[in-house]
């Protein structure tokens, strides 16, 4: 890519996340009363991040079993409550121990 | 509500930025060098987002109009953050310190503010703000830089780390309200039909992630429209 572009890109992203915060929080003061908006929005960062994660995990790491592996411990892991980072932390260590280690015995 | 107890407070939400910036930093040292990476973070501030935009980015097919819309989309919870964030805001806090601050509408960091019992001023928010911000920013760097140089099977590990983290934030949502879980299961169905049915395999990736959310979130608001905070039935009752 070239530097034009992406500074486009940057732009483009960085106004439009900048123009989301900053126009409600200087001109409304109410609150949105739609509650089907209201639950549009409520539903949005989980069905976004979903999308992002699934299938796009299988295809990050050397091979799809790490990824699919991957994925099974982190939902483990945070059905446990390990957080964030402790979650993150069992992803990466379990795509590890599958692409760098197994390769060593089999 | 100082400045620097906005600072003090600001603190472990700065850790956990590191620790999530990083593997943002190390996802994007493949695609740019360190200083472009760290610069999209030190003007976006925003996780899944970045995540979105550098995928977009890294697509040879992607377009500024899809990151414009992926953008909104994906970060369009800031604009009710921010809807809430200003019933809470201390008076003196005025329109040129709003436009000012804005940037630091961010999950956490709007969530520490609004918990606060006395209202936010603007020292306070901008206190709030610094250490999150180092923090991003710095791990991005660090991140940028030791992607460049870690060995392939460390990179390759750290990879996931950003869906660890995702998995982190949607699955106890998952587990507390049957809603969710059904909405994100849509998504997931969603995304594996535009991965794997041939007559959407034109569509690009920042397209596919904002129709599965679409489809998804506006199929959970028809059939399981949330019920009223109880945080805002509290303030109705202290007004009354």
Redesign the interface.
Known sequence: ?SLRD?L???A???G???L???????L?????KS???????????????????????FY???SKAS?AC??VT??V???C????????????????CI??LLPMFF | MDFSKGVKDGLPIGL?YF??SF?FGIAGSK??SWP?VT??SM????S??????L???ADAA?T?IE??IA?????????????????KVAPNFG?FK??LL??G?T?EIYALAVSQTSPVTARYFAGLMVLPYIGWSSGTLCGAVCGEILPA??T????????????????????ASR??LV??L???A???AF?FVPALSGVTVGF??II??LV???L???F???K?EPK?SSEQGEAA
């Open positions: 890519m992406y486009v890109f940057l483009v992203m960085a439009v996340t900048y989301l915060r900053a126009v409600p929080f200087v409304l003061k109410g609150k949105i509650r089907f908006w209201r639950s549009f929005l409520a539903y949005v960062p989980y069905t976004v991040l979903a999308a992002m994660t699934v299938p796009a995990i990050s790491t050397e990824g991957a994925l982190a939902v892991a945070s059905l409550r390990l957080g964030l980072v402790g979650v993150a932390v069992v992803a990466c260590c379990t795509v590890l692409d760098g | 956990g620790a999530v593997s695609f740019f472009l610069l999209i003007t976006n501030l925003t899944a987002g970045q995540f979105a935009g995928q977009i980015m992607g500024f990151m414009a953008t909104f989309f994906i970060n369009l919870r800031y604009s009710l953050m921010a809807i809430s964030l200003s019933q329109t709003r436009l804005a940037t509408i999950d099977v460390v390759n590990a750290l990879g996931v780390a950003l869906y660890g983290m995702f998995v982190a934030i949607v699955v106890p949502q998952m587990k809603p969710t909405a994100v849509i998504a997931i969603c995304s594996f991965k596919a992630i599965c959310a998804a979130s506006l959970g608001a028809a399981f429209p949330i009223d805002d």
